[in-house]
Structures are given as structure tokens and as C-alpha cells.
């Protein structure tokens, strides 16, 4: 065989060097498989024998792996979120996973598609949250075991030994974590235990002279703070406007109470003949608290309540650009009102 036959079998039909493309084969081979171990198959970094690995309601494995790759746990976070979107097919599951020694990342995100595998529920109720809404959401946890929540409200309240005639603000928001299948009569237990303890600690070292007749008083002043500010910073300000105007005899006049009181007939807008129409809860129509809380109260809420502002005002608005202004007169508070409909229009 001539020299130029044997050069010929060594290359392919289209010229390259048989040689070179199956170096470049193994070459992408091993490049391929130093990828997969960096991230697929990579160990999980876990801290001694086993951690556990709380995933929250709303969490996504797009922002779980970005979150891994932020802090050099893997490499390659691309090739993660394909082999979610290829094999999983599902979303993380709120609740809280057993993670040990030597499980790769691979296996990790199969684990928490799956609210089975959770050792623990993880159970998060939002600061404001009405009492509806808190059962709302603990009638959808698969992993709650329900005995009192399809119960009318009165039989519930008697049920978890609740000496109070309506459950509005009695239970405290905050971020919970129970075992898989605990009962809602244990969890509402919990949160009503928390709540009263906070409530019971901001009592016994309030400020002096609040126009509260008892702490129950102070809880619904604490809902309707609450829900007027989102700002912790404007927490006792907001206090302060509405303990003052009750030491005034002003009325509260605060929306919130009064969508509280519409009920299921709030659809997102508040019009002016809501404002006018008479419930126990509107304040625009009424002296003083409302009946009940409007909603469920942070500690912090709760704290601000008994401990106001000492400015002297008694007028609140939105800026339009986040918080609130806060103002002792009502040519002040006009003016305010004015500033925050031109800011309003501005950006329409």
C-alpha cells in the first residue's frame, strides 16, 4: 500500500484527522463530565452528618440555584436549571428537608419538588393578614391535619379554649415551623399563645395615659397601625396620630377599618359613599375603635400601640414616593394632600 493510501485511511471524508477528532471527542467527553461533577453530581455542602433545608411558599429553583452559584457551592448554574426544567418538571415545595453528608445537588433538587420528603411544614403568616386569610391558608396545607377549621367560628374559638368572642388579631404572625401533619388546632394554639404573651408583655409596660379601658383596646389599635403603615419606622407615629385623635374625641377615620367592614364586598377600590356608609367598623361614621381588630398585628405593632409619638400630630397622608407625612393642623394636612396628587399625577 502507497504512503498516500495509508494518509487517506487516516482521515474522515471531509479532510480532518481521524486522530484529531477523536481527541476533540474526548477532550468535550472529559469537559462534559468535569461540568456534570461540578454541578449535577457535586456533593451538597452540608455541615456535619445532616442540616436541615427550609424552602419558603413562593421560592423558586431558579432563584435557589442562583443563590448556590452566588456562594460558590456550584458551578454552572445553567446546567441545573436545564436539567430542572427537563426532568423535574415541577416547582419547590414549601416545608423544611432533611439534607445529609454526600446527597449531590442533583438529588437536592429532586428532594424538594416533593412535599413528602419534608421533615418539617413550614408555615409563613404575613404581618396584617386577616383571620380569613390565615384559615384560608391553613385549609390549603396538605400537610396540615384539619380538625377545627371547617368548624363555625364560634365552636372554633370554644374549641381552642379562646375566651374571646371574635378571633380577629388574636393570633401572631410570624414564621412557623411544624411537623409534617400537625393539627390546626395546634398551630392556632401556638399562634393565639404567641399573640397573647406579646400582648400581655407591651400591657404590663405601656406608656402612661393611653385611651385604652383594657388590652384588648390596645390589640385593635395595633391592627389598625398595622395595616396603615408597612414601615416600621413610622409605626409609633402612626400610634401617636390615632391615640391622639381618640384623647380629642376626633373620629379614627382610617380606610382600612372601613374595608374591613365592607367584607366581601371590597373589590380594591374604596369610593366615597363607602365612606359614608355606616358599619360597625367604618370610622369615618363611628367614634372611636371599632368593635374588633381588622387584622392580624406584628409584635412591633403591638408595641407601637402602647407606645406612641410625642408630636403633637394628628394628620397623616401618603407622599406618593413611599411613607407617610405626618402633620399637627389641617392646613398643614391639606397642603399635604395637594403635594401627594401632584406627585400622583406626575407619574400617570
Not at 124 to 152: A, C, H, R
Not at 176 to 188: P, R, V
Not at 217 to 227: D, P
Not at 298 to 312: F, G, L, R, T, V
Request: aromatic share 8%.
Amino acid at each position: 500500500m502507497s504512503s498516500k493510501k495509508q494518509k487517506s485511511k487516516n482521515k474522515t471524508a471531509s479532510g480532518f484527522p481521524l486522530k484529531g477528532i477523536l481527541i476533540l471527542i474526548a477532550g468535550l467527553t472529559v469537559l462534559f463530565a468535569v461540568i456534570l461533577a461540578t454541578s449535577l453530581f457535586k456533593s451538597y455542602p452540608v455541615q456535619g452528618e445532616k442540616q436541615m433545608l427550609a424552602i419558603g411558599d413562593g421560592d423558586s429553583y431558579s432563584g435557589f440555584i442562583d443563590r448556590l452559584a452566588q456562594q460558590d457551592k456550584v458551578s454552572f448554574p445553567i446546567i441545573l436549571k436545564l436539567y430542572q426544567k427537563i426532568m423535574i418538571h415541577d416547582s419547590m415545595k414549601a416545608g423544611v428537608y432533611e439534607i445529609r453528608q454526600g446527597m449531590s445537588v442533583r438529588e437536592v433538587l429532586e428532594l424538594v419538588s416533593n412535599a413528602e420528603n419534608a421533615q418539617m411544614n413550614r408555615i409563613l403568616v404575613i404581618e396584617g393578614t386577616t383571620f380569613k386569610q390565615l384559615i384560608e391558608l391553613l385549609k390549603k396545607d396538605d400537610l396540615v391535619t384539619k380538625e377545627v377549621l371547617n368548624l363555625p367560628q364560634d365552636q372554633m374559638l370554644k374549641a381552642l379554649n379562646i375566651p374571646f368572642n371574635h378571633p380577629e388579631g388574636l393570633f401572631a404572625p410570624d414564621t412557623y415551623f411544624f411537623a409534617k401533619g400537625e393539627t390546626d388546632k395546634k398551630i392556632l394554639t401556638d399562634l393565639y399563645k404567641r399573640q397573647m404573651k406579646a400582648l400581655d408583655a407591651a400591657w404590663a409596660n405601656r406608656a402612661s395615659g393611653l385611651p385604652y379601658k383594657d388590652k384588648y383596646e390596645a390589640l385593635i389599635m395595633a391592627s389598625i397601625v398595622e395595616k396603615e403603615t408597612s414601615l416600621d419606622s413610622e409605626l409609633n407615629q402612626v400610634s401617636g396620630v390615632f391615640i391622639r385623635r381618640l384623647q380629642q374625641g376626633m373620629r379614627l377615620q382610617t380606610d382600612p377599618t372601613v374595608i374591613y367592614g365592607m367584607g366581601d364586598r371590597y373589590t380594591g377600590n374604596i369610593t366615597r359613599t363607602d365612606l359614608r356608609t355606616p358599619t360597625a367598623y367604618n370610622t369615618y361614621t363611628n367614634n372611636g375603635l371599632p368593635p374588633t381588630p381588622i387584622a392580624l398585628p406584628s409584635q412591633k405593632a403591638i408595641e407601637a400601640a402602647m407606645h406612641p409619638d410625642n408630636s403633637n400630630n394628628v394628620y397623616f397622608v401618603a407622599t406618593g414616593n413611599g411613607g407617610h407625612k405626618f402633620t399637627s393642623n389641617l392646613q398643614d394636612h391639606n397642603r399635604a394632600v395637594q403635594e401627594y396628587l401632584t406627585v400622583i399625577r406626575s407619574k400617570n
